[in-house]
């Protein structure tokens, strides 16, 4: 037996979490050099993202229905090496557009990351410890973002640019047959212990469990669904652009070169961890103090979204410092808003169903990004990213009006 083993179980899924953003981060991280080497404009570096974002809004639904019927083992390790190989053969691309193929297919692969994460939350832990355990895997999206300027940065400078593909990409591969080895659901573990069995048991769930899960068109009529679903398109655009513009922005704006993006666009996702922390710690200590599950999750979102007021003044930047301090606000800022969004999936739905619901939830989240990343790609190089950034802190909060309206309880 070993002990506190939903907790060893949520790491591994951390570290897979780490790895899947890790892997969609090489990108960023090399942009300036794939731009310079290959020739390519802001506006087609926009459509290689958009292709990556495309595919993976459509996956999103896809795979969380995916790991509902084949169940979270068998589904998360078929999207994991699929990650992994699409990821090493972005080295193949001559140009922009292999960059977006290859792009898509990672996209499709990856989008089963959050859905998978929250089923496995919803089946190792009792309802007081989801957001605790939501945060855990959270987490790894910020780790992930922080290992790549260096790593990357490594890579590209010994050996050049397409190596960091393959390198982060043979590393996913690992994990993936760690996965295949290590995980199983709790009434399948034989290193679970009774007594921690019984623990998990003891949920208590917001829906009944017994009853039938609900079809898409069913979650689609839910007003919960409504309530995530809406802030989730609101707060998407600000994470999806310090993923994917962060070094270019401090490239074109602050003339920084790559040693130095490698030295300060990791903080950004430093800070965010400490937000996963936050989303998940903040909920348990008013739920101590008397306040009810649904509600600590709106408080937490509601905190979130009014620190989304850092990155927005970011056009008041004076220096590369001071805009990465702001955008370490936003990381901190958008990460606490997101944990709680994505906790509420696990308690709202159906165990049977979280990873559908999620997925769908999560693919409104990417249709947001993508019409973002659209009006970067259609404006950045003549307006600035002054406004755009300015956008997000109103996004967000109207993201959490809409939660506080929407959501009973």
Known sequence: MITSLRWWMIGLVTLGTILNYLARSTLSVAAPTLKAELHITTQQYSWVVMAFQASYTVMQSVSGAVLDALGTRVGFMIFAVGWALANALHAFAGGWAG????????????AAAIPAGAKVVAEWFPAKERSLATSGFQMGTSIGNMIAPPLVTFCILLWGWRSAFVVTGAISLLWAMLWWVAYRRPQDHPALSPQERDL??????LVDATQPAPSRMALLRERAFWAIAVPRFLAEPAWQTFN?????????VWKLDLKTVAIWAWLPFLAADLGSLAAGMLPNALMRRGVGLVPSRKVTMAVGALLMAGPACMGLAHSAQMAIALFCVGGFAHQ??????ITLCSDVFPRQTVGTATGMIGSAGWIGGILFTFIIGQSADSFGYGPLFAAFGVLDLLGCVVLWKMLRG
């Open 99 to 110: 960059l977006a193929f290859f792009r898509g297919l990672l996209g499709a692969s990856e």
């Open 200 to 205: 998990i048991a003891q949920d208590e769930p």
């Open 244 to 252: 994917f513009f962060i070094p270019l922005y401090l490239v074109t």
């Open 336 to 341: 606490m808003l997101s944990g709680a969004l």
